[in-house]
């Protein structure tokens, strides 16, 4: 394996450490990709002053049949003596269509944002695949490989408090979509579920209302199947929400979503919020100035981090005093 530290100059201060071989190290550096290994640094009492660190790690994934990497930004202190035996809570944020697990760091301001609130902050990959398991491509499992796969790596390699109340995940666009389907899927494993600028209609969009936009279409197809299959049902966040019972409600994580007043999807994420206000379930929502963009992505991203982290210690807080009563 071969290693490199870079720091990044651009914001507040970072270290990104990344494992890779020595025949891809090369092409990484000519991309200016930042380099790295497993986190071996060793740091001493944290204090205001200390860079946040981000470690890029990869996952050889049997669902998926290729290896994803992703990124974990590491809470200040995490590497401190003090903190050894310290466990954290961890939010995972998703990415857009289009888009990378390294879109976050380098194209928000998520680090400098991380120093506010003592979680991990993990970032997979999830390429073009909805976090969906596709109806047509058996290997890209990609709803599968969250939950049954990088959710227990990361639980393995960084101190996490590996429970439900000590989980958040939210995303942005076709990310949004996916923190809300883990929501509703999965209530047991996640405390917080939020949106950003969602895709929430994805999986009932046909081919019609998309004219124009070809490129979107074809990521759908392969990963939902054609319209009114049984993937598609599956996975509409439009039917499986409304369709709850009372005691599914309860168990639902607590849900957040945001969207630009000038974003091409703000009329589907009204529809979402009326729909979960006349089911009652407990959420908040907020829309914005703002387009379907990273200027507004990167404003906030820092408030995703602030409300989930928020609602995991009061989670914890309350499992505490259930287990002292």
Known sequence: MRTTIVSDRLSAPWIVIRRTSRRRASLALAALVLISSSPVLRASAASPSDPVRVVNEELKSKLVKTTLPYNVILPRDYLSTQARNRRYPVIYLLHGLTGHFSNWVERTKVSEYSRLSDVLIVMPEGNNGWYTDSATVPDHKYESYVIEELIP?????????????GRAIAGLSMGGYGALKFGVKHPNKFIFAG????ALDAAGWT?????????IWETLVPVFGPSGGPTREANDLMKLYPRLSAEQITALPYIYLDCG??????NSNRKFAEMLLERKIPHQVRLLPGKHNWQYWDQQVSEIIRLAATRMAAAKEGAAQSKSN
Do not use: N, Q, Y
């Open 153 to 165: 790596e990361v639980d393995r390699k960084f101190r996490t408090i590996e429970s439900r109340e």
């Open 195 to 198: 949106s950003m600028s969602g």
């Open 207 to 215: 081919e019609a209302e998309l004219k124009g936009l070809t490129w």
């Open 261 to 266: 007043t000038e974003d091409p999807l703000l």
